[in-house]
C-alpha cells in the first residue's frame, strides 16, 4: 500500500510503514495443533501472559478464525493431518490483513534442513521444539509480544512522521527548487528506509550504523558518527559513517570529565546546530581555537538520545563546507533520533535478555556439576566409615585398623564441611579475622605438614625458600588454610614424581610467596575465572583429582579480608603454574595388593566365592575387603582399572564388585574386559559407585552389571546379594 503527498506540481510516493514493518495486527494468540492435549498444555502455559487464546485444532479451522479477527502472533504445529502446518502458513501469509502476523512453528521432532527453509520461505520467525518446556514458550512469546509492541511505538513514531512531511510538502511553496524537492524526496526515501531498517536492528551497534549511514545521505552531510555512554558516564563510539580514521582514533572513547560539544550535548539533553564561526564559538567555546589552527571551523549537528530524562549517547552529523540546516532537515533529524531512541530501547532489552540467559544458564551448569561432585566426594568417606563401624560390630577386639581409617576419613569430612561453612561465612560476611604478626616460615612449615602425606604418596619433591625474618599481619589459623590450598592444589595437579616450590621474599609494605609446580598447567581460556565459585579445570571421569572447585574462590576471598591479592599464572597446559599471593607484611620483626590373610579367610566348603574388589578408594576397597573375609570369602583388591584386569587374568573371580569412576580404564570398560577372558564368562559383575542417579542403573545394567550398589553400601544388602548367588550360577 502507497501514498502520494505532493506540492508544487510535483509528487512523492511514500511506502505504509505496515507494510514494511509486518506486525499483528490483532492482540490474540491463536494456537493450532491437531492434538486436544497439546491445546490444553499451550494453554496452561501461555494463560499467565493475561493475552486472550484462541484454539484452532486444523489449518482449515485456523484460516476461518483469522476470516473473523486479526491476531498478535500464530503458533502452529508443523505437522498435522489435512493441510499441513507449511499449508497453512502460506494461506495465511496470502491474506492482505495477516501477511505480517508472526509465525511460530512448533515441531514434535528436529526438522529437516529443507523443512526448515521451507517453513522460514513461509514466513516462519522461530522454532519451538515437543515436548513444549512451559517457561521457554512463555519467554519466546513474552519477548515477540514486547517486540510487537515496541514495534507498534515505531510504527507510530513512523507514521507520525510520515504525516509531519506531507504537511511539509502540502504548505511547501510554488517557488520551492528542484533540488529542494529532490532533497525532500531522499529525505522520505531514506526515512522509509531507516524505519524498516531499524525495527530489524537487534543491538545497538546495528542501531547506530542504520542511523548514521542513512542520515548521512538524507541530509547529504560528509560523515556522522554516534556515541553511546558507558556506565561510567564516558563516550564510546558505537557507528560512524565517512569519518576520517585518524579523527575517529583520537574521539574513539571520549571521558565523562570531558567538556567537548558531543558530551555537552549528552549532559544538558539539548540539540546544538552550527553553520558558522559565531555559532561555533558559541557552542564549542573550549574547541573554537584549535578548529581555527586546523582551519576546521565546519557545520555541523549534535542531538543527544535520550532514555528517561537520561542522556545515553549523541549523534553527531558535519560537513566539509558551508551549510545551513533547513527547518525541513532539522525535523527529519529529530524524527530520525526518535526513531533511534525507540530502536535503541529495543535492542537493549535484546542484549539484557541474552546476558541474563546466558548467565541463568552458566549458573544452573555450575550448580548442577558442583551437586554432583558434592554427592560423589561426601561418600567417598562415608563408604569407607561404614565399613569401618560394621568391622567393629562384628569384631568387637581389635580396632585399631578401623578407628585410624575413621579418624582418616572423618578428618576428609570435615576439612569439605569447614571449607563449605567458610565459604557461607565469607559469602554472608560475618567471618572475623583474628590478625596479629606471624612468623611466615613457622606458618610454612605447619601448611606443609598438613600435605606432607600426599607428597610421599604421590613423590613429590617439595623445595621451600622461605627466610626466617619475614613476619606477615594475617590471622594464624587463616594464612594456614591459604598456604595449604595452593600446595594441595599443586599436589593434585602435578603427576606424580612432580617438583613443586614455595618460595616468599619481602617487597615494600608486602611480602611475595609464590606456590610453583611444573604439573598440568592451566589453559588460558580458564584463566579469567579461576578463582570463581565452583569453576575447576578439565576433570578425568575417575575425579582421582577430587575437590569441589571452592578452594581458590576461598584463597581469594580470605585474602582480600587481609588487603592482599593472590594471582594465577600459566604458560599453558603441561608447562605448569605459580600461584603468587601478596600479603601485608607486619610492623614487627603399589596399586595392586593382597589383603592379608587370617583366619576366618580360609573357604568353607559350598559357602565361599572368589571376590575382586576393585575402588580407588584404598580405606574403602579394604574395608569393603575385609568384610567380605569375615563372610568366609576369598579377596583380591585392585585400585586401578588396568591393575583389576591383571588380577582378574590370574584370580579368575567368581564376584567382581567394581567402582565406575577408576583411574586409567573406568569400571564399565573393566567389566567389558573381564567378560572377555575364558576363566570369567561366569563372574558376576556388581557396580560399586556414588553415583545413584536413574541414569547410571541403567548404564550399569547395559554394560552387564547384575547389580548396582550405591555408596555407602547397607551391610544387609551387601549379604544378600551374595545369598542370591547359587552355587551352580558361579565357576567352581
Not at 115 to 136: N, Q, R, Y
Not at 708 to 721: F, T, Y
Request: glycine letters at 8%; a negative charge; one cysteine or more.
Amino acid at each position: 500500500m502507497t501514498s502520494m503527498v505532493g506540492g508544487g506540481g510535483g509528487s512523492i510516493e511514500l511506502l505504509v510503514p505496515e507494510d514494511v514493518l509486518g506486525i499483528g495486527a490483532g492482540e490474540d494468540l491463536l494456537i493450532v495443533d491437531d492434538s486436544e492435549t497439546n491445546l490444553i498444555a499451550y494453554e496452561a502455559a501461555l494463560e499467565p501472559l493475561g493475552q486472550k487464546l484462541v484454539l484452532a485444532r486444523s489449518g482449515t479451522e485456523a484460516l476461518g478464525k483469522l476470516l473473523d479477527r486479526d491476531f498478535a502472533l500464530v503458533l502452529l504445529d508443523l505437522s498435522m493431518p489435512g493441510m499441513s502446518g507449511i499449508e497453512t502458513a502460506r494461506m495465511v501469509r496470502s491474506r492482505p490483513r495477516s501477511k505480517g502476523t508472526p509465525i511460530l512453528f512448533i515441531s514434535g521432532a528436529s526438522p529437516s534442513t529443507e523443512t526448515m527453509l521451507e517453513a522460514f520461505e513461509v514466513g516462519a520467525l522461530d522454532f519451538i521444539s515437543k515436548p513444549i518446556v512451559p517457561e521457554v514458550l512463555r519467554a519466546k512469546v513474552s519477548v515477540y509480544l514486547r517486540l510487537q509492541e515496541r514495534t507498534q511505538q515505531l510504527l507510530h513514531k513512523a507514521t507520525l512522521l510520515r504525516d509531519a512531511y506531507a504537511r511539509l510538502e502540502r504548505k511547501a511553496s510554488a517557488e520551492r527548487e528542484r533540488d529542494d524537492a529532490t532533497g525532500a524526496a531522499v529525505r522520505l526515501e531514506k526515512l522509509q528506509e531507516a524505519t524498516a531498517a531499524l525495527a530489524d536492528s537487534r543491538t545497538p551497534e546495528e542501531v547506530a550504523a542504520v542511523a548514521v549511514r542513512l542520515g548521512t545521505l538524507a541530509v547529504a552531510a560528509s560523515s556522522a558518527c554516534m556515541w553511546l555512554t558507558r556506565d561510567d558516564g564516558s563516550l564510546s563510539v558505537a557507528g560512524n559513517h565517512g569519518v576520517p580514521e585518524e579523527y575517529l582514533e583520537r574521539w574513539r572513547s571520549i571521558p565523562a570529565t570531558s567538556n567537548i560539544a558531543a558530551m555537552q550535548v549528552v549532559r544538558r539533553r539539548q540539540s546544538i546546530w552550527v553553520e558558522n564561526e559565531e555559532d561555533y564559538a558559541r557552542e564549542a567555546p573550549d574547541a573554537i581555537e584549535a578548529a581555527r589552527a586546523a582551519n576546521r571551523v565546519s557545520p555541523f549537528a549534535a542531538l543527544p538520545l535520550v532514555r528517561k530524562d537520561r542522556g545515553i549517547g549523541v549523534i553527531v552529523f558535519s560537513y566539509s563546507g558551508p551549510h545551513a540546516f533547513t527547518s525541513d532537515e532539522r525535523k527529519f533529524l529529530l524524527a530520525l533520533v526518535g526513531a533511534c531512541e525507540q530502536a535503541l530501547e529495543r535492542a537493549r532489552l535484546n542484549v539484557a535478555e541474552a546476558n541474563a540467559r546466558h548467565d541463568a544458564e552458566l549458573a544452573s551448569t555450575r550448580k548442577d556439576e558442583f551437586l554432583a561432585m558434592l554427592g560423589h566426594e561426601l561418600r567417598n568417606p562415608l563408604a569407607a566409615m561404614v565399613m569401618a563401624v560394621e568391622m567393629l560390630r562384628m569384631r568387637g577386639a581389635t580396632v585399631e585398623r578401623e578407628t585410624s581409617i575413621l579418624h582418616r576419613q572423618l578428618s576428609h569430612l570435615s576439612y569439605i564441611v569447614d571449607d563449605l561453612l567458610d565459604l557461607a561465612r565469607i559469602t554472608r560476611g560475618v567471618i572475623a579475622l583474628r590478625r596479629e604478626p606471624v612468623e611466615l616460615h613457622h606458618a610454612v612449615a605447619s601448611a606443609v605438614e598438613t600435605v606432607q602425606p600426599h607428597l610421599l604418596r604421590l613423590r613429590h619433591e617439595l623445595v621451600v625458600r622461605v627466610p626466617e625474618n619475614l613476619v606477615v599481619d594475617a590471622d594464624r589459623h587463616r594464612l594456614g588454610q591459604v598456604i595449604s590450598n595452593l600446595l594441595s592444589n599443586a599436589v593434585k595437579y602435578t603427576p606424580a614424581g612432580g617438583l613443586i616450590e614455595l618460595t616468599a621474599e619481602g617487597q615494600g609494605d608486602f611480602v611475595t610467596i609464590a606456590v610453583r609446580d611444573n604439573g598440568r598447567g592451566i589453559p588460558s581460556a580458564l584463566l579469567s575465572d579461576l578463582f570463581e565459585l565452583f569453576v575447576q579445570g578439565e576433570r578425568a571421569p575417575d575425579r582421582r583429582d577430587g575437590g569441589l572447585g571452592i578452594g581458590l574462590t576461598l584463597v581469594r576471598s580470605l585474602m582480600h579480608l587481609h588487603g592482599g591479592g593472590v594471582a594465577a599464572h600459566s604458560d599453558g597446559p603441561g608447562k605448569g603454574a605459580v600461584f603468587t599471593l601478596r600479603w601485608p607484611r607486619a610492623v614487627t620483626p603399589s596399586m595392586t595388593r593382597r589383603l592379608p590373610r587370617s583366619s576366618k579367610s580360609e573357604l568353607r566348603a559350598g559357602q565361599g566365592f572368589r571376590v575382586l574388589v576393585v575402588d580407588d578408594n584404598e580405606d574403602s576397597a579394604e574395608m569393603i575387603g575385609a568384610l567380605l573375609e569375615t563372610m568366609g570369602h576369598v579377596v583380591e583388591i585392585a585400585h586401578r582399572g588396568d591393575s583389576a584386569v591383571d588380577v582378574a587374568r590370574t584370580f579368575a573371580p567368581d564376584v567382581a564388585l567394581l567402582d565406575i569412576g577408576l583411574p586409567v580404564l573406568d569400571g564399565y570398560e573393566v567389566a567389558s574386559r573381564i567378560r572377555e577372558m575364558p576363566n570369567c564368562t561366569a563372574t558376576v559383575l556388581v557396580a560399586v559407585t556414588g553415583y545413584g542417579q536413574p541414569e547410571d542403573r541403567v548404564r550399569s545394567r547395559q554394560a552387564g552389571f547384575a547389580q548396582h550398589l550405591v555408596k555407602p553400601i547397607d551391610l544387609e544388602i551387601l549379604r544378600s546379594v551374595f545369598a542370591e548367588l547359587r552355587p551352580d550360577n558361579v565357576s567352581s
